[in-house]
């Protein structure tokens, strides 16, 4: 098992940073910036505060390195434009990671999440041979958010009945989930990114 990589530079437009406590105001302004767009689907975007923002950054380094919690700024040219991580939630089995993800809306439609999705997965499957598949999780009403498993090629596995922590939540989470025998899909570019 392996620290994963702190900076991932996915091309030459893309790169996946771990926070830093200094990334305070350059975050702050594009959640800011980004709020209307991620209230319906973020649970803590609709109360976040420049106190809730200082907790997030000051509690990675912990999460980092306690492996629960790999967290990344998504860099463009150098801008913070959305975060994404891999998690292993508490309860779940080792062999398990989710991974979530949100951008500006300014940063949506050119493909960043779809490729992030990808080199984090990669990620998460290289740095810990424990894992043996991925999942991305969203409301089925969430559709941007399920397009980019689908375009993946993660298996679609249904819905269950889920708690409703977000604004437009439905009360359904639809699991999609990628196996490590499956990762030629990602690796052989038949994946649509
Ligand atoms: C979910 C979310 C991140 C998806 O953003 P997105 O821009 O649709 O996703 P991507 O960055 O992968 O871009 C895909 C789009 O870029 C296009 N695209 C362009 N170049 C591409 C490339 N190289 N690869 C893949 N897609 C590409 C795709 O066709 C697609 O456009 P379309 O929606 O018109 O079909 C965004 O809607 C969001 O931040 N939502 C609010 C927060 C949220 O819901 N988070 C998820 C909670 S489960």
């Known amino acids: 098992m392996e620290t994963p990589q702190r900076v991932i530079r996915v091309d030459d437009e893309l790169t996946l940073r771990a926070y830093e406590p200094g990334d305070l105001d350059e975050l702050l302004q594009v959640i800011e910036e980004a709020r209307e767009?991620?209230?319906p689907w973020?649970?803590?975007a609709s109360d976040h505060t420049p106190e809730s923002t200082t907790d997030f950054l000051g509690?990675?380094?912990e999460k980092w390195a306690s492996g629960?919690?790999?967290?990344?700024?998504i860099v463009l040219d150098g801008a913070?434009?959305?975060?994404?991580?891999?998690?292993?939630?508490?309860g779940d089995p080792a062999e398990r990671r989710?991974?979530?993800?949100w951008?500006?809306?300014d940063a949506t439609g050119r493909g960043l999440v779809t490729r992030t999705a990808r080199a984090l997965t990669l990620e998460a499957f290289r740095s810990d041979p424990r894992v043996a598949y991925v999942e991305i999780v969203h409301d089925p009403a969430n559709t941007a958010s399920g397009a980019v498993p689908a375009r993946l090629g993660f298996t679609d596995l249904g819905t269950v009945p889920a708690e409703k922590l977000a604004p437009a939540d439905t009360g359904e989470d639809r699991h999609w989930r990628l196996t490590r025998d499956?990762?030629?899909?990602?690796?052989?570019?038949?994946?649509?990114?």
């Open 37 to 39: 767009h991620l209230v």
């Open 42 to 44: 973020m649970p803590w």
């Open 59 to 61: 509690s990675r380094a």
């Open 68 to 73: 629960t919690d790999h967290t990344y700024a």
């Open 80 to 90: 913070i434009v959305g975060s994404s991580g891999f998690f292993l939630r508490e």
């Open 98 to 101: 989710e991974i979530g993800y």
């Open 103 to 105: 951008l500006h809306p």
């Open 182 to 193: 499956q990762l030629p899909i990602l690796t052989d570019g038949a994946a649509r990114s």
